[in-house]
């Protein structure tokens, strides 16, 4: 006979974490931001026309998915003198994306 192997508890807690994690999951699913947060990784900060050098996209397009990415909690940024200065802030999105990859494993059977 089988045992069921399935925790409902942890089962109950990756629904709630996927739910949490939607917007992480569709902010990272454009190509474009994911170059950007690419950049941002092999930098420091940078700003708008430090990533225009390094992306082929538009300053106005690069501008959109930095807001983009900013309301998601994924970038922030400082200000120095007239610029803009962008950088990541990821810890909150990998600790619930840890969360939710450690509820899957203690809930689910894993073949």
Not at 20 to 44: G, K, M
Not at 75 to 87: C, H, L, R
């Amino acid at each position: 006979m089988r045992k069921n192997l399935t925790d409902s508890k942890a089962l109950d807690h990756a629904v709630e974490y996927f739910q949490e994690s939607i917007p992480i999951f569709q902010v990272l699913s454009d190509i474009n931001r994911q170059h950007i947060i690419i950049e941002l990784a092999r930098h420091d900060r940078l700003n708008v026309s430090q990533l225009d050098e390094k992306i082929s996209l538009s300053r106005p397009a690069i501008s959109h998915h930095l807001k983009v990415l900013r309301a998601a909690g994924i970038v922030s940024s400082e200000k120095s003198g007239t610029e803009n200065f962008y950088f990541l802030t990821l810890r909150e999105a990998v600790d619930l994306l840890n969360a939710l990859t450690q509820s899957i494993e203690e809930g689910c059977i894993l073949r």
